[in-house]
């Protein structure tokens, strides 16, 4: 078993270069696996002769490349976001859709878009709407949970459920207020890669990587924080600044995830669960795969999405909601046998 | 001092859980924290190590006041461990052990070979080796303990608190893991325990706080500190306080105290005056139970349980040297007792040559007496019959009753008029 997990583990990096590769190869115009890495080693600055045609480089280069990378990217951030709300929580059954960021994100972005602010403050209106929201959902719902002595889960859960329903029936509301723009916002609050270019690609990466690394520092503050404040402070945690710093983090990374991709929940839950399995518990070791793993899993659905039914798409959220769902359920029930849900 | 604590008062919200404690630890002592639930013991440990900050009063480590310490500088100090540890996510006993150099590794550094020296040779004291890559939660509670324990050493902490460490943990462990803290004590580390066992405190720590409602009742040397009368005031229930005769050191026997009400005298009527006659242990179930009445007993030998348990509850005792017969000295003492006494009772006590002479003194006398009786005295008797004929004799007396239970033995005392 150890042994498995070590060869998972070594290739896994491999793996994802070539998925990547793999991933624009898929699509509704066929073109050569040699001629995407000639297109792409030729854009890096090698010297190779043009044996594709013009139409099959702008497929490759600006609607296929910057999609399956944002994906990618989006995949990791939503994992490491998922590995930071677990520590965080303490409970290996929140992501940060379940608690609500991502209703409270996404609630912020239609309206945005309904009122017309959507390029008021330029390209980064949205993720900043977007995470003001989301925020703002967070720090009530945390108030709320902590309790003198602990967080609590039971509050933690329910606030969450309850935020969730409320942003939910408000972008409801709005949709239903703002006939043109129906299928515009539903569709994007769906999830979806669709359209996706560079400049957006580029906002995403410079929240992703700078987010992970400062995740990744604090890893060890996650790790002892399982034993709860007290404990971890007596250890020399500063417990409430790095919960702070964590939060704000975890926070910024899904709502930039919503704010461009709409809402693909279940990854942030499903793959810190599966790298944990090979892994361990050890957040400096869970969150760059965890990224790895969730950059794979968000590749592959949204080649699944475009592909299934093309040449019509299906959301991507809808896929990761329809393997989430189950996941999720196998895990309360792990949790119920064994005796310690919540 | 290393650390001390002055004037100490602490609320939650309008509820005053310590009031004006001052408190000082020093090096070489093991200290426990003695009290009963809701004293405000754990809260105390708290204030101590910083998590929480009491509004008045301060507690200075080292020469400096702990509110002016951040986190970090304060964990290099105290090590805190508490009352039990469940974990959501398994961590190895490794990772674990490895936690508590949190202060000593900058956060974007990496563990150097010595940090990993340090861990290494932690897990060997502990006899964790064999253990390191298990998960925590597959441990069992000593283990467990033992890990967190571990945990906590490798902060290199010069004071170490714990809170009721040894609540779920077998007797063995309990045993191991004191002497363990001991260790711990004689390396030079402060160590400071709230303990809800009042005989594992009394074997292990040399130093007593006892609380109460928030304030110190008593602190300082064991011996001082675990008596009858704080443990009383402390628990609300009546003890015995004995030396154990292995360790040389002191552990107490808890006893109900349920006293017929009619037998708590008055402050205006006079307390009556019992003489027992006692032996072998054979007293135990009364002597405590006369608690208010003035009891005197003997003639017993030193060293005797019932000598023992009557010197502890202050009764006033007539006693001979062990295994040696009653001198005429400690016979003329009792029969003057006995001349001015309201009942004698006679336990059920075997009979030797040594201790014949209180049958006989008994025999002479006409006050009111019991002869409480659980044998026959042919079985008691070890005298070839002497010891028989005399309490026959004795028995037949007009002024002799004889009583099988000691149901009935309190009744007839509640009873007696003075």
């Given at each position: 078993m150890n042994q498995i997990k070590k060869l998972v583990l070594i290739f896994i990096f491999f793996f994802l270069f070539l998925s990547i590769i793999i991933a624009l190869s898929i699509g509704s115009v066929q073109i050569e696996f040699f001629k995407i890495l000639a297109i792409i080693l030729d854009q890096i600055g090698f010297p190779i002769d043009e044996i594709w045609t013009s139409g099959e480089q702008v497929i490759i280069?600006?609607?296929?490349?910057?999609?399956?990378?944002?994906?990618?990217?989006?995949?990791?951030?939503?994992?490491?976001?998922?590995?930071?709300?677990?520590?965080?929580?303490?409970?290996?059954?929140?992501?940060?859709?379940?608690?609500?960021?991502?209703?409270?994100?996404?609630?912020?972005?239609?309206?945005?878009?309904?009122?017309?602010?959507?390029?008021?403050?330029?390209?980064?209106?949205?993720?900043?709407?977007?995470?003001?929201?989301?925020?703002?959902?967070?720090?009530?719902?945390?108030?709320?949970?902590?309790?003198?002595?602990?967080?609590?889960?039971t509050v933690l859960l329910l606030a969450g459920i309850a935020f969730s329903f409320f942003f939910s029936a408000f972008t409801s509301f709005i949709l239903y207020f703002s006939e043109e723009k129906v299928h515009y916002i539903l569709s994007y609050l769906m999830g979806s890669f669709w359209g996706t270019s560079w400049v957006d690609l580029y906002i995403v990466f410079i929240v992703m990587i700078p987010g992970t690394i400062i995740l990744y520092f604090y890893g060890r503050d996650l790790n002892i924080m399982v034993f709860g404040d007290d404990n971890a402070q007596s250890i020399g945690v500063n417990v409430e600044q790095s919960k702070r710093i964590i939060l704000i983090i975890m926070t910024l990374l899904t709502s930039t995830a919503v704010a461009f991709c709409g809402s693909i929940g279940f990854v942030g839950l499903i793959i810190p669960h599966f790298m944990r399995l090979l892994v361990g518990s050890d957040n400096r070791k869970l969150i760059p795969y965890s990224a790895v793993g969730g950059g794979l899993l968000l590749l592959w659905a949204d080649v699944l999405a475009r592909n299934l039914i093309s040449p019509l798409e299906i959301p991507v959220g809808i896929f990761t909601a329809l393997l989430g769902g189950p996941f999720f359920v196998y895990l309360v029930v792990q949790k119920k046998k064994s005796g310690e849900l919540m | 001092m290393p650390i001390e604590c002055e004037n100490i008062s602490f609320n939650y919200w309008t509820k005053l859980v310590l009031k004006d404690i001052s408190l000082q630890f020093g090096?070489?002592?093991?200290?426990?924290?003695?009290?009963?639930?809701?004293?405000?013991?754990?809260?105390?440990?708290?204030?101590?190590?910083?998590?929480?900050?009491?509004?008045?009063?301060?507690?200075?480590?080292?020469?400096?006041?702990?509110?002016?310490?951040?986190?970090?500088?304060?964990?290099?100090?105290?090590?805190?461990?508490?009352?039990?540890?469940?974990?959501?996510?398994?961590?190895?006993?490794?990772?674990?052990?490895?936690?508590?150099?949190?202060?000593?590794?900058?956060?974007?550094?990496?563990?150097?070979?010595?940090?990993?020296?340090?861990?290494?040779?932690?897990?060997?004291?502990?006899?964790?080796?064999?253990?390191?890559?298990?998960?925590?939660?597959?441990?069992?509670?000593?283990e467990q303990q033992k890990v967190i324990i571990a945990r906590a050493i490798a902060q290199q902490s010069k004071i170490l608190l714990l809170d009721e460490p040894t609540t779920h943990l077998d007797l063995n462990y309990q045993i191991e893991f004191m002497e363990r803290l001991r260790k711990y004590v004689n390396d030079g580390i402060i160590v400071i325990i709230v303990i809800h066992d009042v005989n594992l405190a009394t074997q292990f720590c040399d130093k007593i706080v006892l609380l109460k409602e928030g304030r110190v009742i008593a602190f300082g040397n064991r011996e001082e500190i675990i008596t009858r009368k704080n443990l009383k005031l402390i628990y609300n229930i009546d003890v015995i306080v004995r030396k154990n005769p292995f360790s040389n050191s002191i552990y107490i026997i808890p006893h109900k105290i349920e006293f017929p009400t009619s037998m708590r005298y008055d402050n205006n009527s006079k307390p009556k005056k019992i003489h027992i006659v006692a032996g072998g242990g054979a007293t135990s179930k009364i002597l405590p139970k006369l608690n208010d009445c003035d009891v005197s007993v003997g003639i017993v030998n030193v060293l005797d349980d019932d000598y023992i348990l009557?010197?502890?509850?202050?009764?006033?005792?007539?006693?001979?040297?062990?295994?040696?017969?009653?001198?005429?000295?400690?016979?003329?003492?009792?029969?003057?007792?006995?001349?001015?006494?309201?009942?004698?009772?006679?336990?059920?006590?075997?009979?030797?040559?040594?201790?014949?002479?209180?049958?006989?003194?008994?025999?002479?006398?006409?006050?009111?007496?019991v002869l409480f009786e659980r044998n026959p005295i042919e079985e008691r008797d070890f005298t070839e019959g002497i010891a028989t004929t005399i309490y026959n004799n004795l028995k037949s007396k007009s002024n002799v009753k004889t009583i099988n239970n000691l149901h009935d033995l309190f009744n007839f005392i509640e009873s007696m008029e003075e």
């Amino acid at each position: 078993m150890n042994q498995i997990k070590k060869l998972v583990l070594i290739f896994i990096f491999f793996f994802l270069f070539l998925s990547i590769i793999i991933a624009l190869s898929i699509g509704s115009v066929q073109i050569e696996f040699f001629k995407i890495l000639a297109i792409i080693l030729d854009q890096i600055g090698f010297p190779i002769d043009e044996i594709w045609t013009s139409g099959e480089q702008v497929i490759i280069l600006e609607l296929r490349l910057p999609r399956v990378l944002m994906s990618v990217v989006v995949g990791a951030m939503l994992a490491v976001a998922g590995v930071a709300a677990q520590g965080l929580f303490r409970n290996p059954i929140v992501d940060p859709y379940i608690i609500g960021i991502a209703s409270a994100a996404g609630c912020g972005v239609s309206l945005c878009v309904v009122l017309g602010f959507a390029s008021l403050l330029g390209l980064f209106t949205i993720p900043l709407v977007s995470f003001l929201f989301a925020m703002l959902a967070i720090i009530i719902i945390y108030k709320l949970s902590q309790t003198r002595y602990r967080m609590s889960m039971t509050v933690l859960l329910l606030a969450g459920i309850a935020f969730s329903f409320f942003f939910s029936a408000f972008t409801s509301f709005i949709l239903y207020f703002s006939e043109e723009k129906v299928h515009y916002i539903l569709s994007y609050l769906m999830g979806s890669f669709w359209g996706t270019s560079w400049v957006d690609l580029y906002i995403v990466f410079i929240v992703m990587i700078p987010g992970t690394i400062i995740l990744y520092f604090y890893g060890r503050d996650l790790n002892i924080m399982v034993f709860g404040d007290d404990n971890a402070q007596s250890i020399g945690v500063n417990v409430e600044q790095s919960k702070r710093i964590i939060l704000i983090i975890m926070t910024l990374l899904t709502s930039t995830a919503v704010a461009f991709c709409g809402s693909i929940g279940f990854v942030g839950l499903i793959i810190p669960h599966f790298m944990r399995l090979l892994v361990g518990s050890d957040n400096r070791k869970l969150i760059p795969y965890s990224a790895v793993g969730g950059g794979l899993l968000l590749l592959w659905a949204d080649v699944l999405a475009r592909n299934l039914i093309s040449p019509l798409e299906i959301p991507v959220g809808i896929f990761t909601a329809l393997l989430g769902g189950p996941f999720f359920v196998y895990l309360v029930v792990q949790k119920k046998k064994s005796g310690e849900l919540m | 001092m290393p650390i001390e604590c002055e004037n100490i008062s602490f609320n939650y919200w309008t509820k005053l859980v310590l009031k004006d404690i001052s408190l000082q630890f020093g090096k070489g002592h093991l200290y426990g924290i003695l009290g009963p639930n809701g004293s405000g013991k754990t809260t105390l440990l708290k204030v101590l190590c910083g998590i929480l900050k009491s509004k008045y009063g301060q507690v200075v480590v080292d020469e400096f006041n702990i509110k002016k310490m951040n986190i970090s500088d304060i964990a290099k100090k105290i090590a805190v461990v508490e009352q039990s540890t469940s974990i959501d996510f398994d961590y190895s006993v490794k990772e674990i052990v490895k936690m508590g150099r949190f202060t000593h590794i900058g956060r974007f550094s990496k563990e150097t070979s010595e940090e990993k020296k340090i861990i290494n040779e932690l897990l060997e004291q502990f006899n964790l080796i064999e253990l390191e890559n298990r998960g925590f939660n597959t441990l069992s509670g000593g283990e467990q303990q033992k890990v967190i324990i571990a945990r906590a050493i490798a902060q290199q902490s010069k004071i170490l608190l714990l809170d009721e460490p040894t609540t779920h943990l077998d007797l063995n462990y309990q045993i191991e893991f004191m002497e363990r803290l001991r260790k711990y004590v004689n390396d030079g580390i402060i160590v400071i325990i709230v303990i809800h066992d009042v005989n594992l405190a009394t074997q292990f720590c040399d130093k007593i706080v006892l609380l109460k409602e928030g304030r110190v009742i008593a602190f300082g040397n064991r011996e001082e500190i675990i008596t009858r009368k704080n443990l009383k005031l402390i628990y609300n229930i009546d003890v015995i306080v004995r030396k154990n005769p292995f360790s040389n050191s002191i552990y107490i026997i808890p006893h109900k105290i349920e006293f017929p009400t009619s037998m708590r005298y008055d402050n205006n009527s006079k307390p009556k005056k019992i003489h027992i006659v006692a032996g072998g242990g054979a007293t135990s179930k009364i002597l405590p139970k006369l608690n208010d009445c003035d009891v005197s007993v003997g003639i017993v030998n030193v060293l005797d349980d019932d000598y023992i348990l009557a010197n502890e509850l202050n009764y006033k005792i007539i006693s001979e040297a062990p295994f040696s017969p009653i001198t005429d000295s400690s016979s003329e003492e009792l029969k003057t007792i006995l001349k001015n006494v309201d009942l004698i009772i006679l336990a059920n006590i075997p009979f030797g040559i040594t201790n014949l002479k209180n049958l006989e003194i008994l025999n002479e006398s006409n006050k009111k007496i019991v002869l409480f009786e659980r044998n026959p005295i042919e079985e008691r008797d070890f005298t070839e019959g002497i010891a028989t004929t005399i309490y026959n004799n004795l028995k037949s007396k007009s002024n002799v009753k004889t009583i099988n239970n000691l149901h009935d033995l309190f009744n007839f005392i509640e009873s007696m008029e003075e």
